[in-house]
């Protein structure tokens, strides 16, 4: 019995020696990229399929198949329990946004390794994940006390902040990141957007900047500077970055539009005609596209064209439309066409009511219109009662005007009700 047990062991042995070299010989396949007849040589191993099945999981996470790699990676495990393998299969679940299957394994392998910053690093950005913020904030608050210089995880934790309804600490965990490592330009970003939000432009545009002279084809810090630089007025300037970033990403949305509105804002209307056209085909349904077109054509004095293209924008706009309607009120004014200017002044109004400008045309369109000056007199009216502080000349004007109104309407016999 013993004799048998020894020649069946040796015999084992003698065949799992001969799969050695098909590891090997995979392994020089897989190096010269020939990743298909690597896969076909482990399918044929018999022995040892904990490894097989792992290298073949490894090959499938190689060329980005994490589906198949889980497949795999959960076969080595039914062989044998490897803390690597599940390493592996928790990254795989991570990669294919299966949160809670990779948060279960991670879990289990820091009971073995709770000194593993980086499983537990993985951990904490998975339960950010999934929302569960009170934890991840514990991961990352546990992280940075054990690693003070890693601005990962201040950086993190301004990130949870960020995503809470009070956003208490953002700022301080960003800034930390920051003095933890001047060159994290994610943080850089971050400050930089954040105070561009609480409008702090002074804080905003030095950490802008910071952030370019870091990387200067970073796309989100082009674009704050692109909105500084617009938000001032210096449209050349703006023009010069749209066009580094355009060259970049030659079919982004937010380039063409930008590129058009700035060229615009010099009077090359031709230039911003074409990037406002290369838009449309991008975004049909941006609805701020024809409305620069619309502009674009009225200056043009081509007010047909003008005119379709604001009908457009108010077909399709789903935002408070009240510059369309506007600028199609303003449209027909130039076209002496007062009935439908003033429809249209009334339904800018509608959109919304908070436009002085606008109520203060539908009176002046009104009293050019109107025979019945009473019509003119309640718009002038409601003017008085709603803007009279918002502009002087035009208050002085309105209030004048009716009391013109008044009289007229007192020499012909009649009184404003």
């Known amino acids: 019995m013993k004799k048998r047990f020894i020649l069946v062991f040796v015999c084992i042995s003698i065949k799992v020696g001969a799969q050695t070299p098909a590891f090997s010989h995979a ?7 020939r990743y298909r007849l690597a896969l076909t040589q482990l399918k044929t191993v018999d022995t040892l399929q904990h490894v097989s099945n792992y290298k073949i999981g490894n090959i499938y996470t190689s060329i980005d198949d994490y589906k198949k790699a889980i497949e795999y990676y959960k076969k080595s495990l039914i062989f044998k329990e490897s803390f690597k393998v599940q390493l592996s299969l928790a990254n795989a679940y991570r990669i294919e946004k ?27 950005k998975l339960y950010f994940a999934i929302n569960d913020l009170d934890k991840a904030t514990q991961i990352f608050t546990l992280l940075s006390e054990k690693d003070k210089n890693n601005p990962n995880y201040y950086y993190q934790l301004g990130i949870i902040s960020a995503n809470k309804a009070d956003g208490n600490g953002m700022l301080d965990n960003f800034l930390r990141a920051y003095k933890s490592d001047s060159t994290h330009i994610k943080s850089v970003y971050q400050l930089a957007k954040t105070f561009s939000a609480l409008r702090i432009r002074d804080s905003s545009r ?33 023009i010069v970055r749209l066009k580094k970033l355009d060259s970049i990403l030659p079919n982004n949305l937010y380039n063409k539009k930008m590129l058009g509105r700035s060229y615009f804002n010099i009077d090359s209307l031709d230039l911003a005609k074409s990037f406002f056209k290369a838009a449309r ?29 604001y009908m457009r924008a108010t077909t399709i706009g789903k935002k408070p439309r009240h510059e369309e309607y506007y600028s199609l009120a303003l449209l027909y004014l130039e076209m002496k066409k007062l009935k439908l200017a ?27 219109y109107y025979k019945d000056k009473k019509i003119a007199y309640k718009y ?8 009279e502080d918002k502009d002087k000349d035009f208050t002085a004007f309105v209030k004048k005007r009716m009391k013109e109104i008044k009289k007229e309407l007192f020499l012909n016999g009649e009184k404003v009700e």
Not at 27 to 33: A, I, T, V
Not at 104 to 121: A, F, R, V
Request: glycine residues 4%; aromatic residues 14%.
């Open 27 to 33: 392994d020089s396949l897989l190096e010269k990229g």
């Open 98 to 124: 299966k949160y809670e299957n990779a948060i279960q394994i991670y879990e289990k392998l820091l009971k073995k390794d709770s000194e593993n910053l980086i499983i537990t690093y993985q951990l904490g």
């Open 206 to 238: 030095i950490f802008t900047d910071i952030g370019l002279q870091l990387d200067s084809l970073d796309v989100n810090l082009n674009r704050l500077k692109i909105n500084e630089l617009f938000r001032n007025k210096k449209y050349n300037l703006a």
């Open 281 to 309: 085909t991008l975004d049909k349904e941006d609805f701020k596209i024809y409305t620069y077109l619309g502009h674009i054509y009225k200056a043009k004095k081509e007010y047909g064209k003008a005119m379709i293209s």
């Open 342 to 368: 003033i429809a249209m002044f009334k339904a800018s109004v509608k959109e919304s009511n908070r436009q002085y400008k606008v109520l203060y045309q539908l009176a002046l369109t009104s009293d050019s």
């Open 380 to 387: 002038y009216e409601d003017y008085i009662f709603r803007f």
